[in-house]
């Protein structure tokens, strides 16, 4: 049972298959922007598709449980491979390494064979081959092992190694990274972004200002480029301020900010002023600007409110009202003021009253949308590609080769015969070329 789940998790058809699955929900990835906003994905995609694509998981891709599946397999994989073939390679570096009989009854296809006759004696006959191939690795008095390049065996761990490395930066970075927005009016300030996900809140480790904006134009009006310099804010002091543009963005403490969007800020509605006061207790008193159609607290016994309008108010009548809790709707009236042209508007509940103020218009102002992000760990991706890339240039650039040579005494006992054996790792022109090269130069030095 054992073997045979080692032989499944070890299978090159597995690895090739986690490859091609990985790839291809990676290709899904870039053609679906992911950590869109609902809204975002609604607009582009419809109602319909985009719950299709919300429940396959296709709209935040890296962090599905099947696409971390598929990694963690791909490292199982990759590490009982490695286990496997590891003693191997220990073997053909270090030894104890195989025989000339060994090799040549394994008759690889890749193996190279010449016989070479000697007329010196078997010490000359060595110095001669050992000039020509190095010193052995492993030596008897007839037979003599030669290696080049053995240490590049390593080359396709350490390509193991940096995938491994790869694959958890890109999980770390998926459960420790996040990709938010905020729009921020000129003058304005923020510490908290949106997770572009689900909306939720975030809270910044610093604050971002934005201390000015700057939009240029063609001549037909589209714009050419838009500016935001902003201002980083840590703890009351302002620590770094950048001009950021598009593909133009600025990173600090690991955070990099972009330039998303902008916009011009119209608003359509109004913001009414009410004096919250408890007859109960005449020293509390609570002013609040309410949005019409927000839940506000009222600050006395849990009492919370909303200030509606009426669509359409009959005529002398008042054309907004309180509603309680959800409960109690209460009109406003009107008590005028002898020798005052401004009459109070109030509405009365219990012990609490409503004085109406009067209304403040939300001033109109331009906004930058920059989007935040944090990628914790692509500095691993980082160091892991590295690696890879040196892995695989050692991996298939160097070649390691072994040379065994077998000395023998000819049938006549006037020469000494030697049998060379060349086994190659990979099956380089360039390895044969240089083979036959050295051999027909011994042949010319031993006779």
Do not use: C
């Amino acid at each position: 049972m054992l073997s045979k789940l080692n032989k499944f998790f070890s299978s090159v058809k597995l690895a090739i298959f986690l490859f091609i699955a990985i790839a291809a929900f990676s290709m899904v990835g870039t053609f679906i922007n992911q950590g869109d906003t609902a809204s975002q994905y609604r607009t582009i995609f419809g109602t319909q598709t985009y719950h299709v694509l919300y429940w396959l998981g296709f709209l935040n891709i890296y962090g599905s449980w099947y696409f971390i599946g598929l990694a963690a397999l791909l490292v199982v994989n990759i590490v009982t491979a490695s286990v496997n073939i590891f003693p191997r390679t220990l073997k053909a570096v270090f030894g104890p390494y195989p025989s000339f009989k060994e090799m040549m009854d394994k008759k690889s296809p890749k193996a190279v064979y010449e016989v070479v006759e000697s007329t010196k004696n078997a010490g000359e006959t060595k110095k001669v081959l050992n000039e020509k191939f190095g010193k052995p690795f492993s030596e008897t008095e007839t037979e003599l092992y030669y290696s080049k390049n053995s240490i590049f065996r390593f080359s396709p761990y350490i390509a193991h190694l940096s995938i491994i490395i790869i694959i958890i930066g890109v999980i770390l970075n998926v459960k420790y990274g996040f990709r938010s927005y905020a729009n921020i009016k000129v003058g304005g300030k923020t510490d908290i972004s949106y997770l572009t996900k689900n909306r939720k809140p975030l809270n910044l480790p610093f604050t971002i200002r934005l201390d000015d904006y700057r939009t240029k134009y063609y001549k037909d009006g589209i714009p050419k480029s838009y500016t935001s310099k902003i201002s980083i804010i840590k703890n009351h002091v302002r620590v770094a301020t950048k001009n950021i543009r598009v593909n133009h963005p600025f990173t600090y403490d690991g955070i990099t900010i972009y330039q998303a969007s902008y916009g011009h800020y119209k608003p359509t509605k109004v913001i009414v002023g009410l004096l919250v006061l408890n007859l109960k207790n005449r020293k509390f008193r609570k002013a609040i600007y309410a949005d019409v159609g927000k839940l506000y607290d009222a600050g006395i016994d849990n009492i919370k409110f909303r200030f509606i309008t009426h669509k359409k108010p009959k005529k002398g009548e008042i054309p907004f009202f309180i509603k309680l809790n959800n409960k109690h709707i209460i009109n406003f009236h009107v008590l005028p003021y002898k020798n005052q042209s401004t009459p109070l508007v109030f509405a009365k509940y219990d012990n609490i009253v409503f004085i109406y103020s009067g209304v403040k218009q939300v001033k109109s102002y331009y906004y930058s949308g920059v989007e935040i992000t944090k990628n914790s760990y692509t500095s691993v991706i980082w160091v892991g590609s590295i690696i890879l890339i040196i892995g695989l240039f050692f991996s298939f650039f160097f070649n390691h080769r072994e040379i065994w040579v077998n000395l023998t005494n000819s049938k006549d006992g006037k020469k000494i015969q030697a049998e060379i054996l060349a086994v190659p790792k990979k099956k380089f022109e360039s390895f044969y070329k240089d083979f036959y090269k050295k051999t027909a130069a011994i042949k010319k030095e031993l006779h």
